[in-house]
């Protein structure tokens, strides 16, 4: 549960295609699956040493396509890029598993005809990085929170951000690697975080989706490490982000979270 499923998707100009032998969710519990989607098909790979490449399909070919991706962005996060968008060694951190997941699904662009992000084909969709690696100049800013010291049972925290810029998506991924679950259990989720998103107005919850957009009502999910809400055009003043923890038997539970927007005049403001 705690894993990215990958997604397939074809290579080239043909990306906003599916690949068509890739897996489906959902999985026996009802989670969502896969997670997101990278090239799988007609992906030139190193064979033979020294300089002998061969073109191969599967999703075999996505995993390291989007580990790769993944990479990129501890790196950036690694290297003090964050929050300025330049290398600054004192930015540098190591950040959490969950963080990096919430930064790829925050990531992932609705880009794969005939289906509709998030879904059990292409889960939040295509991985694209470049949605969430600031640099100077960008319209769409990014802000992380890698909360190591967890919430208990009952707690919650919440974040403000301004949005300044309604031209661009608000988009929040929070994830959270889970306590282990029983093998005898239906449900393998143990601690549940929930996600809500509010501007006074309208409230979104996280995994409430129609169309691909976030809209009100629905209930909170109680099955995924992941949840997402995406305010396709956010009106500009304060949004609260609250994180709660209603079922945490074995925490504190830790969380990653990425915002990515118009908000603020620099990424970290």
């Known amino acids: 549960k705690n894993l990215s499923g990958m997604g397939g998707v074809k290579n080239g100009p043909l990306q906003a295609s599916i690949y068509t032998a890739t897996s489906r969710g959902p999985t026996t519990d009802g ?16 064979n033979l040493a ?6 191969l399909s599967g999703t075999s070919m996505a995993c390291p396509t989007g580990t790769g991706a993944v990479v990129l962005m501890r790196q950036y996060l690694t290297g003090g890029w964050y929050p300025t968008g330049a290398p600054v060694a004192a930015n540098a951190f190591n950040p959490s598993a969950a963080l990096l997941k919430a930064m ?6 609705n ?12 889960g939040y969709g295509r991985l694209k990085i470049d949605n969430v690696l600031y640099f100077p100049g ?45 093998p005898i259990a239906f449900t393998q989720l143990v601690n ?7 501007n006074g107005v309208q409230t979104y919850k996280g995994n409430v989706f129609a169309g691909g957009v976030s809209v009100t009502g629905g209930s909170s999910d109680i099955l995924n490490v992941e949840e997402n809400v995406l305010v396709s055009v956010p009106t500009a003043g ?3 982000i609250r994180v709660a923890a209603p ?23």
């Open 111 to 122: 880009l794969v005809t005939t289906f509709t992000a998030p879904d059990q084909n292409i």
């Open 31 to 46: 989670r969502r699956k896969p997670t997101f989607c990278a090239p799988a098909q007609s992906v030139v790979s190193a």
């Open 247 to 269: 079922t945490v038997p074995i925490g504190p539970q830790p969380f990653g979270l990425c915002v990515t927007g118009g908000v603020g005049q620099n990424a970290g403001v």
């Open 138 to 182: 960008d319209a769409r800013k990014t802000l992380l929170v890698d909360n190591t010291d967890g919430l208990g049972q009952g707690q919650y925290i919440e974040y403000q951000v301004n949005v300044t810029e309604t031209t661009q998506p608000l988009e929040i991924s929070l994830c959270w690697s889970d306590y282990p679950g029983s």
């Open 104 to 109: 790829a699904i925050n990531a992932a662009d």
């Open 192 to 198: 549940n975080l929930d996600l809500t998103v509010t």
């Open 50 to 55: 020294p300089n002998t490449y061969v073109s």
């Open 238 to 240: 304060l949004y609260t």
